[in-house]
């Protein structure tokens, strides 16, 4: 995938190649190989240079940028949850708020950044309120749908079986709700890693400093090496949340194919083993963990 | 045991479900509500553990309201099969039969044994089904954890809303055999609903027949069959009456003794079994009388013209 | 979770959340702006309406017939979704600093921008809306003697269209946002003032554009599902708005 993502952003720039010559002269000495092959060959080999040489400040940015979509989360997921909750009791309620979070998600990101920015002032603070409220509609919409999504033969069964409100949605309701949530929390995280890029017009630091430099500098090279990197950002952080979901969705029972980190996870955590049994040829990782089952 | 006392249920969108409706389970017998869909079997089996509170009219347990009741108190001491079995899917099979121990609080070990006995008694050994999640099970596996679930906190009323429905004749009628040996061990009130007057003949020791929202006869398996109240229960039944009837009666009604005479070399039937295995005995063999013995020693013999009798409403039984 | 990162104590809670009450005060600023500069303010609408407008239409040109294609050569399938999912990863800023050595500056290299952006949502919706058409049902038009065409445009087609239309909706309201980062690459649009007004501090020109933008979008996606409404698709809000 990343070299998918690198390879496609290398023939983005190749199309142009003759074209580049009236524009600014940033492709300048690349597009002067000519052939489109060379071109992407070309901007490879910079873009790993480019890597080698700025690795440490690169972390850093990169660093920043996880920490702002952290602080957001940490905020946003406890709030889209509970709201989430909350409306399942009510109807008009939910419409109502699943309205406004809609209504929030289409507001343009860099409107909102202004919008915050008299309050607020640069730097980070209006972006991660703005993550927040972007967050919010995948979250509330997502606890919403898996908490009224749950069987109801399973929530009658349970009430018919003597438990209370509070024991139905504890043990039954949550627990499947679980992976849905999960997997809004999932869409939302990569949302919000591409929209913290566009922060740095307000200061907010992160992969976006080097990408509007890049830009300033005419920086070709700058510029596609710090978006492979938030690409990889994007990539690892989407894994990690779909761990925790297939985690999730295992627990439960469900009949999924497990992803290797999954199964890393679930052999370390010394979980019971997969029911899914995994293709011997791809076991490598996992074989000692996941011995106990015959 | 439970006693209805004319009670009416409307629903919020005006739908009368039940009209008026007042019968009494005994204590130790099971009594199975049957009637075509719609006609509020499930409203009535839900006022019992108030799921459902009636619009008028009591429903009483033991001899008090059970509005007087505390409603999740009841509801865990009375066991409840759900139609639509309402497996909890992201449990495994063994926390699906824990749920009410475990919501009384009794001990773990106790919890064990106890989820061990009940899957052992449905012929899921825990070893193998234990720790499977109901999605991995067939149709009629699951309808038995469903079953265990119900049973697990040693229950002394049981409601079961169609807990054989779904299910191909074949398992239908093992599953019905085998409830029918546990009903037997454990002594225990049950209300069972169907909508298949075969099981309800089977099942029940009483029958309340329902038309839509009324109860239109409650009576014995036998009387049922003899005495149809009107022609909504005589259609319901259907045409094949007297073979019913053949289901419901055991040998050892139609039977008479023997004087040492001599008896057709064929297998005997016993008086346990019903007149319906006996005259296809008959039919199978050509022997016109057969022979009926208990632990192999014999005690009667039944003829065809005694198991034609059972259609004879003035021989009713010997 | 993992731990929360120190930075969050410095964070005063309270004050954040009811920080966004705080444009009401510049709202008033930000309409004398408007009042005063109004000729320029319709200019900067414009653009940007049209930047959205023609973008669009070029992706709806493009996206469909390639998404019909994925679900008709099962072999270009993998091919087409990956670059799909691929795209999606790149930042749209990157995508419009990138075309800017290949276009140049202009509303061009702006449009180019944004309509490899506005591709995704419409090219996923094409292959999804036609892959959920159920099997039977194909099965029973083939069972009629269709031929695949006519199976494409008589069943599947007329099925997918209300899900394709909900793919060009997310899209053309991601456009207005992604329209916004047009002013990078010259391409004007209400992007002038709100980058402009925020380099120089002025909120009453960031905020002139804004809260039209903003406006922009959402009477966009209510209009479109009030259009879904009344073609009889349920009128479902993206989670995806990316709201770039
Ligand atoms: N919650 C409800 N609200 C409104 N009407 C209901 C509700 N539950 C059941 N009904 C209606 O009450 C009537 C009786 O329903 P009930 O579920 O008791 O029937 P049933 O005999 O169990 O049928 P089946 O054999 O199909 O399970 C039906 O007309 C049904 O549509
Ligand atoms: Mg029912």
Known sequence: MPANAVALVGELAAIGGPAAIGGPAVLGELAAVGEPAFVVL?????????????????????????????????????????????????????????????IMMTIPSVALFALLLPSLGTGSPPVVMALILYTQLPVIRNTYVGLTGVDEAAVEAGEGLGMTKFQRLRKIQIPMALPVVMSGVRNAVVLLVGIAAIGEIVGSGGLGVPIFEGYRSSNTVEIVGATVALALLTLTIDYAFGVVEQVFRLRNGEEIQPNLGTRAVRGLAGAAPSRVSGRDDDADATTTTTSAKP | MIEFDNVTKQYDDGTV???????????????????????????????????????????????TDIEQKDEIELRRDVGYVIQEIGLFDHMTVRENVATVPKLKGWDDDRIRERVRELLELMDLPVEEYGDQHPTELSGGQRQRVGVARALAADPDVMLMDEPFGALDPITRAELQDEFLDIQAELDVTILFVTHSVEEALKMGDRIAIFDVGELVQYDTPQNVLENPKNDFVRDFIGQDRELKKLQVTPVRKVMYETNGERLPDVDPVAPSDTAQIALSRLLETDAGRLPVARDGEVVGVVEEADLRGTSDPTRGSI | ???????????????????????????????????????????HLWTHIKLVLVSELLAILVAVPLGIAATRFPRAKPTIKGFGNTAQTIPTLAIIFLMLPVTGIGFVTAVA?????????????????????????VEAARGMGMTDTEVLRKIELPKAIPVIFAGIRTSSVIGVGTAYLAFFVGGGGLGTWVLQGIKLYNMEMAIAGAVPGALLAITLDSGFALLERYLGGDAQQSDDLVSA
């Open chain 1, 42 to 102: 070309g901007m490879i080999t910079e873009v790993f240079r480019y890597f080698a040489e700025n690795q440490t400040q690169l972390l850093e940015y990169t660093r920043q940028h996880a920490i702002l979509v952290l602080r957001a989360l940490v905020v946003a997921v406890p709030l889209g949850v509970t709201l989430g909750t909350l409306i399942t009791y009510n109807d008009k309620l939910a419409t109502v708020v699943l309205w406004l979070a809609g």
């Open chain 2, 17 to 63: 479900a039940i009209e008026d409706i007042s019968f009494e389970v005994e204590e130790g017998t099971t009594t199975v509500l049957v009637g075509p869909s719609g006609c509020g079997k499930t409203t009535t089996m839900k006022l019992v553990n108030r799921l459902i509170e009636p619009t008028e009219g009591t429903v009483y347990f033991e001899g």
């Open chain 3, 1 to 43: 979770m993992v731990s929360a990162p120190p930075e969050l104590a410095l964070v005063p809670l309270l004050e954040i959340a009811l920080a966004p009450l705080g444009i009401f005060e510049e709202l008033p600023g930000a309409y004398d702006f408007i009042t005063s500069n109004w000729s320029q303010f319709l200019h």
């Open chain 3, 113 to 137: 921008g944004l309509f490899v952006y506005a591709l995704l949502p419409i090219l996923t919706n094409t292959i999804a809306g036609i892959e959920d058409v159920e099997d039977g049902v």
